[in-house]
């Protein structure tokens, strides 16, 4: 059965860090690209940072400096390293795996010139940003 599990949510203070993982059962994360999506109360789901197969990167805005994605093939586990966390990026994270593509009504990951279909999904951890 094909799994994401994410972990390593939690509370944390304005300024603090978090490391989220990513851990894919059932299947292999070698070829796939990871991304990290996040949802807050009462608002869309967006796309937070992306990683394709080969280490290429995405990150949004709003957390380019402060996110850092990374994966290790070996554990098939992906990584959101978070530092100097603010307010706003409390919400529901998740990871999603996906393949190259583009389908309408399917969340993907834009690295570079590639797209991604992210197929997979974890069911979420909390991160919560409050002093």
């Known amino acids: 059965q094909v799994q994401l599990v994410e972990s390593g949510g939690g509370l944390v203070q304005p300024g603090g860090s978090l490391r989220l993982s990513c851990a894919a059962s059932?299947?292999?994360?070698?070829?796939?690209?990871i991304g990290w999506f996040r949802q807050a109360p009462g608002k869309e789901r967006e796309g937070v940072s992306c990683?394709?197969?080969?280490?290429?990167?995405y990150y949004a805005d709003s957390v380019k400096g402060r996110f850092t994605i990374s994966r290790d093939h070996a554990k098939s586990t992906a990584y959101l390293q978070m530092i100097d966390l603010k307010p706003e990026d409390t919400a529901v994270y998740y990871c999603?795996?996906?393949?190259?593509?583009?389908?309408?009504?399917?969340?993907?990951?834009?690295?570079?010139?590639?797209?991604?279909?992210?197929?997979?999904w974890g069911k979420g951890t909390l991160v919560t940003v409050s002093s």
């Open positions: 999603a795996g996906g393949t190259p593509g583009l389908t309408a009504g399917q969340p993907v990951c834009v690295i570079g010139q590639s797209y991604y279909d992210m197929r997979y």
């Open positions: 990683i394709s197969s080969d280490g290429s990167t």
């Open positions: 059932g299947f292999t994360l070698d070829y796939y690209a």
